[in-house]
C-alpha cells in the first residue's frame, strides 16, 4: 500500500504565498518523480511542477520564477512554494508520486506505478 498525504492548502490573497507538502508513506522502494498539478472545473489536470530523484526540476511555464519544489534528504517528502501567487493558481492541487516502486523487504513488487494524494483545494483571492 502507499498513501499520499498533502497539506497545507487554503485561502490566500493575490501576492501571498503558500506552501504545499506531500508525505508518502508505505512500502516504497524508491520514486523516480513527485510533483504537484491543478485542476479546474472543467478542464483536465495541468502540470505544475516536478521533481525527479536526483533533483531535477520542471516547471508550468506559468509559474516559474514564482514557485519552488524540492524534495527532503529521504525522499518520501516534497514541498511547493508558492509565492507571488495570482488568482489563476486557483484550483486543487494533486500531489503526485511517479515511478514507484515497491518492496516488502524480500520481495520487489512489479513496476513501476504512479499514485496520486487526494487534492488539496487552493484559492486565490483578487
Known amino acids: 500500500q502507499v498513501h499520499l498525504a498533502e497539506s497545507g492548502g487554503g485561502l490566500v490573497q493575490a501576492g501571498g504565498s503558500l506552501r504545499l507538502s506531500c508525505v508518502v508513506s508505505?512500502?516504497?522502494?524508491?520514486?523516480?518523480?513527485m510533483g504537484w498539478y491543478r485542476q479546474v472545473p472543467g478542464q483536465q489536470r495541468q502540470l505544475v511542477a516536478t521533481?525527479?530523484?536526483?533533483?531535477?526540476?520542471e516547471y508550468a511555464d506559468s509559474v516559474k520564477g514564482r514557485f519552488t519544489i524540492y524534495r527532503l534528504d529521504n525522499s518520501l517528502t516534497a514541498h511547493l512554494q508558492m509565492d507571488r501567487l495570482k488568482p489563476e493558481a486557483t484550483g486543487v492541487y494533486y500531489c503526485?508520486?511517479?515511478?514507484?516502486?515497491?518492496?516488502?523487504?524480500?520481495?520487489?513488487?512489479?513496476?513501476?506505478?504512479?499514485?496520486w494524494g487526494q487534492g488539496t483545494q487552493d484559492t486565490v483571492s483578487a
Open positions: 503526485a508520486a511517479k515511478g514507484v516502486y515497491r518492496t516488502d523487504g524480500s520481495y520487489y513488487y512489479p513496476g513501476p506505478k504512479n499514485y
Open positions: 508505505g512500502d516504497v522502494f524508491t520514486i523516480k518523480h
Open positions: 521533481i525527479g530523484e536526483g533533483g531535477g526540476t
